[in-house]
């Protein structure tokens, strides 16, 4: 008997069409379909009992990918999704089956994997605060209901055991459990706690996977033979069919935002796909998001305190070092020094006791900035309005937004003088000054240009670790979820953040990553010691760096006042050009078409602060409501009504945390 099925197909459209099988299907079942000149892959999202009368020739289904499917809540997370981003429904189903070959015949040259599920998963000890929060997560694990927890405990607290409890619940009741994770660079950390608790390595899926990988990964998922999965935010789409708990580890931290290919937040989405399967989910963090902290608060999300370190070893103390006190000169190239003589004592005292020393900067690359003497010449990337970074070990000048790449210069390219230096503090100038000043012990680079890859990262741990590297020059990369036992000295090189005046959400960030950084600092038996070296000690955000609460209730009450996320909803328009005047003529004929709504505030539009972005001119423009419904609605009327030509790109960033 022929069915006619209504096919959601992976291509960047937003409608489902009608194909016809001779052969049984099921809603769920993964297919593929003539799609014009291509066969590309679908999903059966429904079967249609009656034809429109205008069609004339309908395609056949070519083939049935047995035996894997998209279960209901997937399907129900997708459709929901799709809606609140605004994301085609196919490209999302995209992300879903990014790995075409899972559908392929094996053939005798590929390698498959083919997983156990594991028997018993160990039990460990836990503290009794520790063991109250996990019983809380069992509980719902056991229910199979949705439940939003917040796992909120200061560094080191053990949040990770928490979860990991849970997770080994969830496992030895026949679920599968998602650790999501903001970057690779914390899955080594993750996963070596999950062998030393659990006694089972989980499956890990990130970017830096081969494709071969990943297929067998996904097959593995797919079947429900995958117990454990740690992975970055795409593993958000992997289909689980047995799901039993999601983690969101570092909740607040600003890499779950995904923003090419198609803007979200991988934490919110989380917490979607959580209630479309009914189980529960875990936001872990010591420094929550606003979000976060709010849901607490009204009550939505269930706390679990871990108020104390783990062992009970003892929250770092933090000094403020005054850099108008020991020297005059800015951080530059002419200072020579990016160290003051206190933090540079407090490093010896460190090393002389055995210790290790994590010296933390906020730039990659040498110096962000190189600079003509003769002229002023500062040297830019042609792609973007940017100017290229000296990445010194390398010997090249770096676009961080494009990736554009030159050999490092000896002459300047405007003037031809050879007086170029470089201009500004990155973490390899710092690294530069500690070899000259401790030529006795060892120094490593821990940044993502230094550790690139998984097993870069594995060595480092190791070699931190086994005492082979006595000082950590670290960037972003090291500002959270790692545990060195023997690092008992911080080192914040430039305190002095400059929030953009654009970015509502700068203050939280730089307050999140002061205390991310400081967590680093005595994490076992030795007390730890925090030094910020800052030109402003007067700043605001010093005063509370011990009292996180009081600073997110007056941030609240600040974005409150502005009209601002959380308490309103954010839309960006982005649209961008090849031709600065066409585009600017563009956006101004967009907004003047924007339909006429009172509960609807457009805001703009404006040159984006990054106005020439890989090789584009960008403009602005926000959107706010206090419904994100009327948002949604408001968006689809006014892009209907306002077609743009061929040559100008439209992104739509739903709930923006990136105002560049």
């Known amino acids: 008997m022929k069915s006619f099925a209504s096919v959601a197909v992976v291509a960047p459209v937003n409608q489902r069409y009608t194909y016809i099988s001779s052969t049984e299907i099921t809603v769920g079942q993964i297919v593929r379909v003539p799609f014009g000149r291509r066969s590309i892959l679908g999903v059966v999202w429904d079967f249609v009992e009656a034809l429109p009368s205008n069609v004339s020739c309908i395609k056949s289904i070519e083939e049935i990918c047995a035996p894997y499917f998209l279960q209901e809540p997937m399907r129900r997370f997708i459709d929901w999704m799709a809606h609140y981003t605004m994301i085609p429904l196919g490209s999302l189903l995209r992300m879903c089956l990014s790995v075409p070959t899972a559908f392929d015949p094996p053939s005798k040259k590929r390698r498959e994997l083919v997983l156990s599920w594991p028997e018993a998963l160990s039990s460990f000890s836990l503290s009794s605060a520790q063991q109250k929060s996990a019983e809380a997560l069992v509980s719902a694990i056991y229910a199979k209901v949705f439940h939003p927890f917040f796992l909120d405990g200061v560094t080191g607290s053990g949040k ?59 097959k593995n998922v797919a079947l429900g033979r995958a117990a454990i999965v740690v992975g970055a935010r795409s593993a958000l789409f992997l289909p689980f069919p047995r799901l039993g708990l999601i983690v969101v580890d570092e909740e607040h931290d600003t890499s779950y935002k995904q923003e090419e290919g198609g803007f979200y937040n991988a934490r919110d989405m989380a917490i979607v796909r959580a209630k479309c399967e ?12 606003l979000e976060t902290f709010l849901n607490a608060q009204k009550g939505r999300y269930t706390t679990l305190r871990l108020q104390h370190r783990y062992q009970e070893a003892k929250l770092p103390s933090i000094t403020l070092i005054d850099l108008r006190k020991e020297k005059k000169e800015p951080l530059s190239y002419h200072s020579q020094t990016c160290l003051s003589a206190t933090l540079i004592q407090r490093m010896r005292e460190t090393l002389q006791n055995k210790e290790q020393v994590l010296l933390y900067v906020n730039r990659r690359g040498y110096a962000p900035i ?17 100017y290229l970074v000296d990445h010194k070990r390398r010997s090249i000048l ?10 490092r210069p000896h002459t300047c390219p405007k003037c031809a003088s050879e007086e170029l230096i470089s201009w500004g ?41 086994e005492d082979a590297i006595q000082v950590v020059v670290g960037t972003r990369i090291l500002a959270k979820g790692h545990h060195f036992p023997k690092i008992t000295c911080v080192g914040v090189v430039d305190a002095d953040f400059a929030p953009a005046a654009e970015d509502i959400r700068a203050y939280e960030y730089a307050f999140q990553l002061l205390q991310q950084v400081a967590g680093r600092a005595g994490r076992a038996d030795r007390p730890g010691r925090v030094y910020m070296q800052t030109y402003n000690p007067d700043q605001p955000i010093f005063q509370v760096l011990n009292d ?47 339909p006429q709504d009172n509960t609807v505030d457009i805001l703009g539009p404006i040159p984006a602060p990054l106005a020439y972005l890989k090789g584009r001119y960008r403009w602005r423009i926000l959107v706010r409501a206090t419904r994100h419904a009327s948002l949604i609605a408001f968006l689809e009327k006014w892009c209907s009504c306002a077609p743009l030509p061929r040559t100008c790109r439209l992104e739509i960033d739903v709930d923006p945390m990136s105002f560049l």
């Open 160 to 218: 990770t055991e928490v979860y990991l409890h849970a997770a080994q619940e969830a496992v030895n009741n026949g679920r599968q459990v998602l650790v999501l994770l903001p970057e690779i660079a914390l899955t080594e950390t993750v996963m070596t706690r999950c062998q030393q608790h659990l006694g089972y390595s989980p499956i890990l899926w990130h970017s830096a996977q081969t494709s071969a990988q990943k297929r067998e990964i996904w």
């Open 278 to 289: 009914t189980v529960p989910v875990v936001l872990s963090s010591a420094t929550p998001s």
């Open 370 to 386: 190189t600079l003509c003497r003769a002229c002023g010449e500062k040297i830019p990337c042609p792609n973007c309005a940017t």
């Open 398 to 407: 770096l676009c961080h937004y494009c990736g554009y790449t030159i050999t």
């Open 425 to 465: 503090i990155g973490a390899e100038h710092v690294l530069e000054e500690v070899e000259q000043r401790f030529p006795e012990v060892s120094a490593a680079l821990a940044s993502s240009d230094a550790l690139n890859s998984p097993q870069k990262m594995r060595q480092f741990i190791q070699d931190v670790q």
């Open 548 to 594: 996180r609460d009081t600073f997110l209730h007056e941030e609240a009450r600040l974005r409150k006042a502005a009209k601002m996320p959380p308490f309103t909803h954010l839309v960006a328009l982005i649209l961008s050009g090849l031709n600065a005047a066409m585009i600017e003529h563009v956006v101004a004929d967009f907004v003047r078409k924007a």
